[in-house]
Structures are given as structure tokens and as C-alpha cells.
């Protein structure tokens, strides 16, 4: 029988995982795809620690080096993670004649323009569902399943961590502090927590998305991006009250010849499909000219649900293996020579509807100076709320407007947190009508 034969880099959370499917599922594998594929060698600096598995016939190093120069690797498998030593190795395992696969969005996301070519020009292949969506196949599906499809809009919750955040905080009043910690304990969080939380995981995986979805280059750098750690509990409830729930959205659309990419908390109605989608898993809707919306829900973050991403990855490249590679589609889903370089839509352009909430004086006259200055820059309001006075004497108003641009928004805001009457930060939510 044909085998392909794997290195993996990393031994931690998902490299176990992948380990543990190649070990445990091998006979389920080879007869899906009638090859075989072989866990050959696996590195990692901490070779030490118990992984509860039986690396019985695998060589075990803890250098990197020795895998992805090996003759008996035919692909590697990238789970270190980060930028860098992983470029690195990834582009000696290229140079070395192995396909790759990884989990990594952030590697994807900053070094994808420089390894897709590489890759393309030594008829490699570079495998990278699991860096979206954790376990569901939602590359797959933009990219083969939907590849008839002239793509009009991406929207997804794409961060595990994020999503549990949200949903712990509403479902049990749990504190922002206490629920992190109990994502990093499950496997969800990045290494540095701040990428979940702050809306960079997400944006690595939005630009990938938006590329794939428009066949342009991955502009990272590009994506506008604002995270969950500004949301308290009470903006939770607010939104709720007013019919909506707040997701750590990434959302990506064609505007003519520019691409929007924003990752921000979103309301989206509490009657929507993304709202039901709770705890680590992810969603991601993608809306084409002819099959009109679809949506792929599932985990996505954790061992198991990630190192099966990665393996069908790895599944999909030894079924062309070793006499071709025709059948997939390019990584990124177009042809290499086909991919644009299409310029970023400028955030002050986007068009929005808003969630306002201001700390304002409880006295006279305040509101009608905040909807004065509304008025002044033409936004119209949906949903007005006062809530209680806190022992400081403020009042909360919570706003919900209808469709401006950003760029007026935030002059109106600038204005409005200048009244002497307002109190504290404002916090700028937007809304998305058209999330299913
Ligand atoms: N930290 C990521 C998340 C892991 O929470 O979704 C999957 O990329």
C-alpha cells in the first residue's frame, strides 16, 4: 500500500491531537483512502511530559531541523505556532521537497504571500483548514464546495475563546477574568491571551477568509480590528433587552474594486442563526451569487476538533500522493497568477448601524444635546433606553441607530463625549441586520 510519510513540529495541545488520530485512527484512515499514513518522527523541546500516548516506531527528536530536512518525510506538519522559528522551518520543509500542513492563522495570515508561491512553484501543496474555524472544514467548503460562486459576503465568529467568553458572561454572570482562565484550562486560548481577546486571532482569520473569498492577496495588516475586553455584563444584558446578542464578529464584503474587512463585538439579533451559536464553537456564513447563504458551524478551537482539521488536511494531500496533486485546488482556492492585489476598504468608508452607550450627569436637557448632535450628522435613532441611576448619580443611555458611515459616527461621537454632561468612555457597538 502507498504510504505518506508525516513529521510533525510540536507536541503540545493539537500536535497530541494529531498524534493521537495518526496512532489511533490509523486503520480508519488507510481505508478511506486505501494509502497509508505514517507517523514517522514528531519534535518538540519537551519530549519529557506523558502525553498518555504510545509512540511506539516514532523517532522522537527535539530538534526541528532534523525533520524537515529528513529523506523518510514526505510533509510536515507545522503545529509550533507563532511566526517564527515556525516561517522558518516551514520554508526549509518546502525547499526540502515536503507538502505542509499547519494550524497556523498567524503564520498564514503575515507569511501566506511568501509560502504559496514557494510552494506553488515546487508543486507543493500547503494544507491550512484547521487555522479557521478549528474543526469545521469551512476552507474546504469556500473553497472547493463554493468555488462556482462569485462571493458576496463572510461573516464569522471565528474565535473560540472570545465566543466562551460572551456566552459564560451572559449564561452565568461569570466575570471576564474567571471565564479566560477556564478557556486557557480547556485548550482554546493562544499562548498570549490578548490575541483571543483582543481581536487579533480573529482578524488573522478574517484576512484569510476575505482572500480566499475574493481571490485577492491576504492583507492582515489591513483588517480593522477591535476585541471583547471594553464588553461588561450589563452591555450584555442591554442588548439583550433590545433583541440582540453580542458576537466577536469577523465580517468581510466587496465593495467594487475594494474589500471591507472589520472584526469588532457585533449585535446581531437575537432571532439569527449566529446568535444561537454558543460556548467555543465558531460559525462562519458565506453568501454567494448562486447558492445564496450557507453556514458551517462547529468547534473551533480545542485538540480534537482542530487535529481533525489538520489530519484531513493531511488526508487530502495523500490522496493525490505520490503521482500528483492536480486534483486539489490551489491553497488559496485561485490559481497563484489570478490572485489580486486589491487595495482595503478604509474603515471611516464602512457603512454601520450603531450601539451607543454613554455615562451621562442626570440632569435636564443631556439627551436632547446627544440627539441635537445626532441630528447635526444626519443619524437617525431606532431605540433609545435610559437605565437606572447608580449611586453616582449617572444614568446609562443606550442608543441603537440606524445605517451611517463610520467616518460620521465618530465625529458625532468626538462631539458628544466633549458635553460636559457626559461622563465616562463611550462604547461604540456595531450591528449587523443581515447575519442570518
Ligand atoms: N485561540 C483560538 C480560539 C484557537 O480561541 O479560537 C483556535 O484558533
Known amino acids: 500500500m502507498t504510504e505518506l510519510r508525516v513529521g510533525l513540529l510540536g507536541l503540545g495541545t493539537i500536535g497530541t491531537g494529531v498524534a493521537r488520530i495518526l496512532i489511533e485512527q490509523k486503520e480508519l484512515i488507510s481505508r478511506r483512502l486505501g494509502k497509508q499514513v505514517i507517523l514517522v518522527a514528531a519534535a518538540d523541546r519537551d519530549l519529557g511530559r506523558d502525553r498518555g500516548l504510545d509512540f511506539t516506531g516514532v523517532r522522537l527528536v527535539d530538534d526541528a531541523n532534523d525533520i524537515v530536512t529528513a529523506d523518510d518525510i514526505d510533509l510536515v506538519v507545522e503545529l509550533i505556532g507563532g511566526y517564527e522559528p515556525a516561517r522558518s522551518f516551514v520554508i526549509k520543509a518546502l525547499e526540502h521537497g515536503k507538502h505542509v500542513v499547519t494550524a497556523n492563522k498567524a503564520l498564514i495570515a503575515k507569511h501566506g504571500e511568501e509560502l504559496f508561491p514557494l510552494a506553488a512553484a515546487k508543486g507543493l501543496q500547503i494544507g491550512f483548514e484547521a487555522a479557521v474555524g478549528g474543526g ?3 476552507l474546504k467548503a469556500l473553497r472547493e464546495g463554493l468555488a462556482a460562486n462569485a462571493i458576496a459576503s463572510v461573516y464569522g465568529i471565528l474565535n473560540g475563546t472570545c465566543n466562551f467568553i460572551l456566552t459564560k458572561m451572559e449564561n452565568e454572570g461569570a466575570s471576564y477574568a474567571n471565564v479566560l482562565k477556564e478557556a486557557q484550562k480547556l485548550g482554546y486560548a493562544e499562548a498570549d491571551p490578548s490575541f483571543d481577546v483582543e481581536g487579533i486571532d480573529t482578524a488573522q482569520k478574517l484576512a484569510i477568509l476575505a482572500a480566499m473569498a475574493f481571490g485577492s492577496k491576504i492583507k492582515f495588516d489591513d483588517v480593522y480590528t477591535e476585541g471583547v475586553s471594553n464588553i461588561t455584563a450589563n452591555d450584555i444584558e442591554s442588548a439583550f433587552e ?91 482556492g485561485f490559481v497563484e497568477s489570478s490572485r489580486k ?27 436632547a444635546a446627544v440627539t441635537s448632535i445626532l441630528a447635526d450628522h444626519r443619524i437617525s435613532l431606532e431605540a433609545l433606553t435610559q437605565k437606572e441611576r447608580d449611586t453616582g448619580h449617572n444614568v446609562a443611555i443606550i442608543m441603537l441607530t440606524h445605517t451611517t458611515a463610520e467616518g460620521n459616527m465618530q465625529a458625532a461621537i468626538s462631539r458628544i463625549i466633549g458635553l460636559e454632561a457626559v461622563e465616562e468612555d463611550v462604547l461604540i457597538l456595531r450591528k449587523e441586520s443581515a447575519v442570518a
Open 341 to 367: 492585489d486589491i487595495k482595503t476598504m478604509a474603515m471611516a468608508d464602512a457603512e454601520c448601524e450603531y450601539y451607543i452607550r454613554l455615562m451621562v450627569k442626570d440632569q435636564p436637557g443631556v439627551i
Open 242 to 332: 433590545m433583541g440582540y446578542r453580542i458576537k466577536l464578529l469577523g465580517i468581510a464584503k466587496p465593495h467594487g474594486d475594494q474589500i471591507e474587512m472589520r472584526v469588532h463585538p457585533t449585535l446581531v439579533s437575537l432571532t439569527s442563526q449566529m446568535a444561537q451559536v454558543s460556548d467555543s464553537y465558531n460559525a462562519v456564513q458565506i453568501t454567494g451569487d448562486f447558492v445564496e447563504n450557507t453556514m458551517y458551524v462547529g468547534r473551533g478551537a480545542g485538540e480534537r476538533p482542530t487535529a481533525s482539521a489538520v489530519v484531513a488536511d493531511v488526508m487530502d494531500i495523500c490522496s493525490g500522493f505520490p503521482d500528483g496533486i492536480a486534483h486539489l485546488a490551489p491553497p488559496m
Open 136 to 138: 469545521i472544514p469551512c
